[in-house]
Structures are given as structure tokens and as C-alpha cells.
């Protein structure tokens, strides 16, 4: 797919305008209506193939799950092997589309992969990720970041004293939740390890607060958060912090999302999920997969 169509969209994704103006200028590019119409189910993401591990996989037992926060009662998903013992946990930290089954769906990967996983739903702090995706990024748009952040430290210590947890604590965030995995590295005493996919970078005088470990993917094709790589490296070095970057040739952001047909690429996310289990199994100790 051209690449200014990816662009276009990724720009409309992330706030930068309304739906209206992004279908007239899809229609321009693509040349027509019916060929706009055509791309945008490429484009858009297609939650019914985000059943990797299937909702109702009984080597699982899942629920809802809350805590409390700073900011209030924040909601959440739960999942785990059904057979009983202390594990790792791992926070899943959403896109700009709050907790969706995709996310759920990664949940659960962790999950036969034995960790604890609990994907937060931050939307919880303006009411909760509604089902429709336009809505949930409308939505996403009026929270408050410093809130979201204080609600994941807090899910840390909830998941840290969680009576199946071992103590031991990772996140794992996509796009905005990429972000926040930075963020909560530099916020959260309790943070064992942290891993970021195609996150934007924390400011260096927040860096000496990171205590995790921390594994950063990146994408080929992601100039805005990819600008910020070099300084975050140097910065991460010159304090002496435990990380690893990988950059994905021929990638684009948000390769991971096997929903979205236009900017999913399998062998980068499997190549990339590989070495999250790996690092988390490092870092957390501890997980049997089912």
C-alpha cells in the first residue's frame, strides 16, 4: 500500500483530524471513491481476527477485575492458566483505543505463556472504552496522561500484591501504551521490566528515575516516534540502564497489530514476540506456559 495512505491514516489515528477530512483525502489519493472504500477495511482494524487465543480457551481462567487508583476505580481484564500457583505478572497497556479484544487477545498470549496478565482499560478514568473505535479514540482524547500514568503505577502495586503474583512485575504497551511503558519505568519504584512497541520516549531528566529493565521496538516507517531514538540511547546509556533496542526493517507502526491489514507485517510481530517472552521470562522469572 502507498505509503502516504499509511501516513494519512496514522495521522487521522493519532487526533491529527477529523474523519471527514481524512476520507476526502483518502479519496484523493486512492483516485476515486469506490477505491477509497475499497482500502479502508485495510486500514481499519478487524476485531474478528484478534482470536489468537480464543476467549473461551480453557487451558484459561479470565474475568473483569478492578483496583482502586489516585484517580478513582479503574477496570480491567484478567487472565491466567487455570492451573492454580504464584506467577509473574505482566500489565498490558492499550493503543489510543482503550481496551479492546485485540488487547484482550494479547492478554491472553501472555497468559499460556504463564504470566499473570491484567490489560488495563484507561479509558476507565472518562468512563470506559465504549464498543465503536471512532468513539473510543474521541474518547481517548480527552484523557488526562498524568492521570493515566498515576492509574498504572497503581495497577503495579496492585498486580505486585496480587495473591497469584509472585511479586515480580513487567508492562507491555503499544503505540500511546508504549508511551506509558516509558513513563511508568521512570514513575514506578516496583517495575521490574518494561517493554515498549514503537513508544514515544521520556524526556532525559526522567531517565535516572528508570529503575526496570526495558526492551524497545521500534518500526522502520514511524518518523514521529522514531526521531527521538538516538537521544533516548545515549541518554539510557550515560545512566548506566539496562536495555535493548530493535528496529524492524520494512515496518510500519503498529506492525504488531495483526487486526490491521495494511500495517501488520507476521514476521517482524513473531519475531518481536519472541523476544518480549524471552525478556519478560529473564526479567520476571518464573512463567510456565501451558
Known sequence: MNQKIIDLYDRFTHGGMSRRNFME????????????????????????????????DPRLASERASFDSPKGRIDGYLTRLTVRGKRPAVLVIHENRGLNPHIEDVARRLAVEGFLAYAVD????????????????????????????????AAVTFLKGHPESTGKVGAVGFCFGGSMVNRLAASSRELDAGVAY??????????????AALLLHYAENDAGVNAGI????????????????HRYPGTQHSFNND???????????????????????????????A
Open 122 to 153: 484507561l479509558l476507565s478514568l472518562v468512563g470506559g472504552t465504549p464498543a465503536n473505535e471512532d468513539e473510543a479514540r474521541a474518547l481517548h482524547g480527552k484523557l488526562d496522561q498524568d492521570d493515566a500514568l498515576a492509574a498504572l503505577v
Open 198 to 211: 514503537y513508544g514515544r520516549q521520556v524526556p532525559a531528566d526522567q531517565v535516572p528515575g528508570i529503575r
Open 230 to 245: 538516538e537521544a533516548y540511547e545515549a541518554t539510557l546509556k550515560a545512566n548506566g540502564k539496562t536495555y535493548t533496542i
Open 25 to 56: 483525502r483518502l479519496t484523493k489519493l486512492a483516485g476515486s471513491t469506490a477505491a477509497a472504500a475499497a482500502l479502508l477495511p485495510l486500514l481499519q482494524n478487524d476485531y474478528a481476527k484478534a482470536a489468537i487465543v480464543s476467549a473461551d
Open 259 to 289: 487486526t490491521s491489514a495494511a500495517r501488520y507485517n507476521k514476521a517482524a510481530a513473531d519475531l518481536a514476540w519472541s523476544r518480549t517472552i524471552a525478556f519478560l521470562r529473564e526479567y520476571l522469572g518464573g512463567a510456565r506456559p
